[in-house]
């Protein structure tokens, strides 16, 4: 089988535990208002690669990457099928396996999905907003299939790190920050809340392809904000497992 992806990043520290290697999947289906990967949409494009050469790839420096892998994208979750030989693989390698993924792709009762978590180890979802029509205002989709996603994990015991991205004046509403907070308090198997200011770092590629920025004039978040940001999470979180 063979899997289409961007690029890889061979001593990744922000995308899961340890120094991993990172695979960049091509391919999203959403239109995230601040994606920093504008390059990584199309579907079809990108290096076609096996699952096998990806792995010899990581076997050469494995020493620095004892972390485990890492695919992100994109949503890898598109190819799924690929995901799932590449970890099946790895699991028979004794490799840390990890999908950072919006989970916008699920379907609910998929024995796809139920094949490919056998052979993962963490998932770091990004929860881009916690409302349904302000989730569609900001990535083109809603957020259902998304939360059921978290859900499914956590039914499942599959660890989860949820990531969240503020961005002023789009998702950092305090109302807002908190429901999301709720909802994450009712998962059990939370291990890991990344709260992460919004940046402008992938302006330049928007520039490269032609494409105008959506969020032109945002400035971006201070670490600050986020941090605000996520004590009001935490708030959310405490409420919903009524702690104090």
């Known amino acids: 089988m063979e899997g289409y992806i961007h690029s890889i990043e061979s001593c990744g520290t922000v995308d899961g535990p340890g120094i991993r290697f990172v695979i960049f999947m091509q391919g999203c ?13 199309e579907t079809g494009a990108g290096e076609k690669t096996t699952a096998g050469a990806l792995l010899s790839q990581y076997e050469k420096c494995r020493n620095f990457t004892k972390g485990g892998i890492t695919v992100t994208g994109g949503e890898p979750l598109l190819q799924i099928d690929f995901v799932t030989e590449l970890f099946k693989a790895a699991k028979k390698q004794n490799i840390h396996t990890c999908i950072d993924t919006s989970g916008i792709t699920y379907t609910e009762g998929s024995k796809k999905f139920d094949e490919l978590i056998k052979y993962t180890d963490l998932v770091m979802l990004d929860i881009k907003h916690i409302d349904p029509a302000r989730h569609k205002a900001l990535t083109g989709r809603d957020n259902k299939n998304i939360l059921k996603f ?3 994990l956590d039914d499942n015991n599959i660890p989860i790190w949820i990531r969240h991205v503020v961005v002023p004046n789009v998702t950092d509403d305090e109302k807002y920050l908190f429901k999301l907070g709720e909802f994450i308090g009712s998962l059990k198997n939370v291990k890991a809340l990344d709260v992460l200011p919004y940046h402008t770092m992938g302006k330049a590629k928007y520039d490269e392809l032609g494409i105008k920025y959506p969020l032109e004039g945002v400035e971006p978040m201070s670490k600050e904000g986020a941090l605000k940001a996520r004590a ?13």
Do not use: E, F
């Not at 995230?32 to 990584?40: A, E, Q, R, V």
């Open 29 to 41: 289906p959403m239109r995230c208002l601040y994606c920093h990967n504008p390059d990584t949409w």
């Open 150 to 152: 978290a859900k499914y």
């Open 232 to 244: 009001v999470i935490l708030d959310g979180m405490r409420s919903a497992r009524n702690i104090k």
